[in-house]
């Protein structure tokens, strides 16, 4: 018998925490076997804990006593500044366990995610997947592929720091006007409250392909909420600017956590229209790598993702000898499309499951 039940972090008891314990590391062996996970309390911590601009709403399924199943609902919270352009959207990401696929977990979960757009207004589902039977369940939902992300990796020991110092010289020639401004471990809030308008510039610049979500943007109280996460796990926040005057003509933006203290992941590399083809994201990339690596001589491994079309970037990172680990694709389908889906689909439990609107 299969039951589908919302997972509340707050309320769940000890041996339901147990047991999504158990599932979540089941899966995250079998969808990214040899990755490292977080330790329960840490991840207890991550659910329990309020963000500024979003929120989560969670679903469990229930197979012969276990967890076999699970999504979590994302959306943006309803009294955020911009939250009209916003409200349309829904993105659920989570999974079935191998020995239960093709079962119709997935589409038991499906259900109640299709009643909270109803009643909340949402019009549109974001899913991502890097496993070929999710693309191939999301494709017979009738949800389309919108974008690739491939995720890529650079292991730190054998690159040739004196060419990475090289790089970075060259990015600011002679006569160019360009500066370098470095920060390793926290940038000034002060400092971010000017920045951060620029960052969201050029973060709106990055391919999505054809995905419609809306405009991409850095906000302060983010950083904020980051920062202090950072402060109570360790973690640093690297950011490597090229200034024009006040202007940022290109940055590069990482960071490393103490959860997994021999890896960094790199976030944003951009540089400004007016500087594109000068070699400037070589040279941020370069002096990236040389700040972590003189910082944190303990990371072994940086991972990064480039959209799947991003041709340049993709270029610089083969040079420096990234290598691909995975390509993760979103897909997006409408309301009313799944509702078409679920209708031709046989429901295998009761419907009842459902959300509070706390």
């Not at 659910?47 to 979590?72: D, H, Y």
């Not at 499906?110 to 494709?139: C, I």
């Not at 040739?160 to 926290?186: F, N, V, Y």
Request: proline share 6%; charged share 25%.
């Amino acid at each position: 018998m299969l039951e589908i039940r919302p997972f509340d972090p707050d309320a769940a008891s000890r041996d339901e925490w147990t047991e999504f314990h158990l599932h979540r590391r089941v899966r995250a062996e079998e969808d990214e076997p040899g990755e490292p996970i977080l330790t329960d309390a840490e991840f207890e911590h991550d659910l329990r804990r309020r963000w500024p601009f979003s929120e989560n709403r969670r679903l469990v399924a229930w197979g012969q006593g276990r967890i076999v199943g699970n999504l979590t609902l994302s959306f943006r919270r309803e009294d955020t500044p911009d939250y009209a352009a916003f409200a349309p959207f829904l993105q659920v990401w989570g999974g079935v366990r191998e020995s239960w696929r093709r079962q119709g977990v997935a589409t038991a979960l499906l259900r109640p995610v299709l009643a909270f757009m109803q009643d909340r207004g949402k019009t549109t589902l974001t899913l991502s997947t890097h496993l070929p039977e999710g693309r191939g369940f999301l494709a017979a939902i009738g949800a389309v592929e919108k974008h690739r992300n491939v995720v890529n990796r650079l292991a730190l020991a054998g690159l040739d720091w004196h060419a990475l110092a090289r790089w970075q010289q060259a990015a600011i020639p002679p006569g160019s006007g360009l500066t370098w401004e470095i920060h390793a471990g926290r940038v000034p809030l002060a400092r971010l409250a000017v920045l951060h308008p620029q960052f969201t510039t050029l973060l709106r610049d990055v391919p999505l392909a054809a995905l419609d979500l809306p405009p991409p943007r850095y906000e302060m109280e983010g950083y904020i909420g980051w920062y202090e996460e950072m402060d109570r796990r360790g973690g640093e926040h690297f950011v490597v600017l090229l200034m024009d005057g006040e202007n940022v003509a290109g940055i590069c933006e990482a960071h490393w956590s103490g959860r997994f203290p021999d890896r960094v992941y790199q976030e944003l590399t951009g540089v400004a229209r007016l500087w594109r083809g000068r070699g400037l994201a070589k040279g941020l990339k370069a002096a990236m790598l040389r700040l972590v690596h003189e910082r944190r001589p303990e990371v072994r491994l940086m991972t990064t993702g480039n959209a799947e079309g991003n041709d340049a970037i993709l270029s610089i990172n083969r040079r420096l000898g990234f290598v691909e680990y995975r390509v993760d694709s979103s897909y997006q389908v409408g309301r009313d499309g799944l509702e078409s889906w679920l209708a031709t689909r046989a429901p295998v439990i009761p419907a009842n499951a459902s959300f509070s609107r706390g």
